[in-house]
């Protein structure tokens, strides 16, 4: 399983846009890009996930470049309920299932 | 939308004791985990379960660790005899199947073992 390694935390204020990297070097063939969202004693709940270049959904986008060894997850314009745990996951979903956390990046959302 | 529950929310429990922490799973999926968190760490990945077995399990889910699907339904982890390290919050979490599929989480049942 590739490591993955993010900033441990980053600030923000409200109605600004917040890009958190994720690097993965040894990111392999087969593994796909996972973000996932924690909130204070919540579950993980999934963001967005991609192989390469960008995705986007109703919540976020993932930028994927080329060599895919690292992703950025872009929230647009946050607000004060986006202030959570924000995990980059990197896996072969062919091969196996189970996640891999890592610490996470702690987003806090100022007003 | 439909969504995972787990009971109870809390538990308190006594070293030495038995504890079985539930979960219902979305009703169409195939798929079911658990996983666990001790307090301020890392999400950590317990065992996955399909078709009625185990297929995954980490070096945690010990032989005081088991699983269990008794119905159509719920999905349950019991640890037989807890120990203080065992306090966490306790995360099902379960998924369709296929290719890219996602998992979801539920609340979570916070165990404290004293």
């Known amino acids: 399983l590739a490591k993955t390694t993010q900033p441990i935390s980053m600030d923000s204020y409200e109605g600004q846009e917040v890009n958190i990297t994720c690097s993965h070097n040894n990111i392999a063939t087969n593994d796909y890009i996972t973000w996932y969202q924690q909130f204070p004693s919540q579950g993980p709940r999934f963001i967005i996930q991609g192989y390469k270049t960008k995705v986007t959904n109703e919540v976020a986008s993932l930028f994927i470049p080329a060599d895919r060894k690292s992703s950025t997850l872009s929230l647009p314009r946050v607000s004060l309920s986006d202030t959570a745990v924000y995990y980059c996951l990197v896996g072969d979903i062919m091969d196996t299932d189970k996640l891999i956390f890592g610490t996470g990046t702690r987003l806090q959302v100022f007003p | 939308e439909p969504e995972v529950t787990q009971t109870p929310s809390h538990q308190v429990t006594q070293m030495g004791q038995e504890v079985i922490l539930r979960c219902v799973p979305i009703?169409?999926?195939?798929?079911f985990y658990w996983y666990r968190q001790i307090l301020g760490q890392k999400v950590e990945f317990l065992v996955s379960?399909?078709?009625?077995?185990?297929?995954?399990k980490s070096e945690i889910f010990d032989d005081q660790f088991s699983v269990e699907r008794p119905d159509g339904s719920n999905f349950t982890l019991k640890i037989r005899s807890t120990k203080l390290e065992d306090s966490a919050m306790y995360f099902c979490a379960s998924r369709v199947g296929g290719q890219q599929e996602t998992q979801y989480f539920g609340p979570g049942t916070r165990l404290l073992v004293l």
């Open positions: 009703s169409n999926h195939l798929y």
């Open positions: 379960f399909y078709n009625n077995e185990i297929s995954e």
